[in-house]
């Protein structure tokens, strides 16, 4: 026996430095895996320092030149005008922005209250076939129950001997009559049932905008981007602005002190104004009804209008009178208007 327990103990040890092997192995294919996924990351991050590196310095290039800029004389009060003038580009995107979106909520509200609407008409009419279907199998069962009542007070008229012939098929009727009774009652309560099901359906929930509704107020959003145009296109200070949203600080020399506070006075006057901009609602429509006559769209789908059909402002005064002038509020993209529109 001891002799056999030799023979087998070097191959279980060969069993076991095989597995170690194994495990080795496996190992080894873990760590590279391991090392792959952390040299992928190295990678990465230094890829990230890279731009971080490369943001640094375009960042440090534009605060050395305008720190160079504001040092001369010649271009210290153009700095000013430029920032000013970017300010008020970027309030007018903002007010166009918040226009856009509560005209976009408004017509959502607005189409889904008639989706709503509509919903709840059709479920009233539903209900109301139900309910009717209801009262008539109650009506029914009233039917039965009076007929089960009058055969009942029938056979308790009886005397003995008609009594002993007619009462078997009285009975085989009453018996009928439950039986017609109990179907009418459990449709009645299947009925109920459909009607709590059909009090309980949850409304609709909303639906995107059909494209005649998203073209109306891609009108109306190109119409008060027209309004805040002609607000202030007075010394060209909307095209000055567009500019400099567009441009880099340094790119325009606006002139001497005088000339350069001249433009911050009129560009702060017109700010302090801005929020009568959105006060002449009825303009608005009328301006976005012209839009619409003159708009041409690419496909039949389409619902932002080609630049080149609407690139006509239109000024309305207070008496109505309408003064065209040709200036391509979308095509030029003037306060970011093109970000707005729906699609």
Same mark, same amino acid.
């Given at each position: 026996?001891?002799?056999?327990?030799?023979?087998?103990?070097?191959?279980?040890?060969?069993?076991?430095?095989?597995?170690?092997?194994?495990?080795?192995?496996?190992?080894?294919?873990?760590?590279?895996?391991?090392?792959?996924?952390?040299?992928?990351?190295?990678?990465?991050?230094?890829?990230?320092?890279?731009?971080?590196?490369?943001?640094?310095?375009?960042?440090?290039?534009?605060?050395?030149?305008?720190?160079?800029?504001?040092?001369?004389?010649?271009?210290?009060?153009?700095?000013?005008?430029?920032?000013?003038?970017?300010?008020?580009?970027?309030?007018?995107?903002?007010?166009?922005?918040?226009?856009?979106?509560?005209?976009?909520?408004?017509?959502?509200?607005?189409?889904?209250?008639?989706?709503?609407?509509?919903?709840?008409?059709?479920?009233?009419?539903?209900?109301?076939?139900?309910?009717?279907?209801?009262?008539?199998?109650?009506?029914?069962?009233?039917?039965?129950?009076?007929?089960?009542?009058?055969?009942?007070?029938?056979?308790?008229?009886?005397?003995?001997?008609?009594?002993?012939?007619?009462?078997?098929?009285?009975?085989?009727?009453?018996?009928?009559?439950?039986?017609?009774?109990?179907?009418?009652?459990?449709?009645?309560?299947?009925?109920?049932?459909?009607?709590?099901?059909?009090? @309980?359906? =949850?409304?609709?929930? /909303?639906?995107?905008?059909?494209? &005649?509704?998203?073209?109306? *107020? !891609?009108?109306?959003? $190109?119409?008060?981007?027209?309004?805040?145009?002609?607000?202030?296109?007075?010394?060209?200070?909307?095209?000055?602005?567009?500019?400099?949203?567009?441009?880099?600080?340094?790119?325009?020399?606006?002139?001497?002190?005088?000339?350069?506070?001249?433009?911050?006075?009129?560009?702060?006057?017109?700010?302090?104004?801005?929020?009568?901009?959105?006060?002449?609602?009825?303009?608005?429509?009328?301006?976005?009804?012209?839009?619409?006559?003159?708009?041409?769209?690419? @496909?039949? =789908?389409?619902?932002? /209008?080609?630049?080149?059909?609407? &690139?006509?402002?239109?000024? *309305? !005064?207070?008496?109505? $009178?309408?003064?065209?002038?040709?200036?391509?509020?979308?095509?030029?993209?003037?306060?970011?208007?093109?970000?707005?529109?729906?699609?």
């Amino acid at each position: 026996m001891t002799n056999l327990t030799g023979l087998f103990k070097p191959e279980a040890d060969d069993l076991r430095d095989k597995d170690k092997l194994v495990d080795l192995f496996r190992n080894r294919s873990e760590l590279k895996k391991e090392f792959a996924t952390m040299r992928d990351e190295k990678y990465k991050l230094q890829d990230r320092i890279k731009q971080h590196q490369g943001e640094t310095a375009r960042l440090q290039q534009q605060f050395d030149h305008l720190e160079n800029l504001l040092s001369d004389r010649e271009w210290t009060h153009s700095v000013v005008v430029f920032y000013q003038l970017r300010w008020l580009s970027a309030k007018c995107s903002e007010k166009l922005a918040k226009f856009a979106e509560q005209l976009k909520q408004q017509r959502e509200r607005r189409a889904h209250g008639h989706l709503l609407a509509e919903w709840k008409e059709l479920r009233g009419d539903q209900a109301a076939a139900v309910e009717a279907k209801i009262a008539e199998q109650r009506l029914n069962f009233q039917l039965f129950d009076d007929r089960l009542q009058a055969l009942r007070n029938k056979i308790m008229a009886m005397n003995g001997f008609v009594k002993l012939f007619r009462k078997r098929s009285i009975e085989k009727e009453m018996k009928q009559i439950i039986a017609h009774s109990e179907l009418v009652r459990t449709k009645e309560n299947e009925l109920q049932v459909e009607l709590r099901e059909m009090e @309980n359906v =949850d409304p609709p929930d /909303p639906e995107g905008l059909d494209i &005649a509704s998203k073209r109306k *107020i !891609n009108f109306m959003i $190109l119409s008060f981007a027209q309004q805040l145009y002609l607000h202030f296109e007075d010394y060209g200070l909307a095209a000055m602005a567009k500019e400099s949203a567009e441009r880099s600080v340094g790119a325009v020399n606006y002139g001497s002190k005088y000339e350069c506070d001249e433009i911050v006075e009129r560009i702060t006057k017109r700010l302090d104004s801005m929020d009568s901009v959105s006060t002449f609602v009825d303009v608005l429509h009328k301006r976005a009804k012209l839009i619409e006559g003159n708009a041409m769209f690419k @496909n039949d =789908d389409d619902v932002v /209008p080609a630049p080149g059909s609407v &690139a006509t402002v239109y000024s *309305i !005064n207070t008496n109505g $009178l309408v003064r065209e002038k040709d200036v391509s509020i979308l095509g030029d993209n003037y306060f970011a208007v093109a970000n707005e529109l729906s699609r």
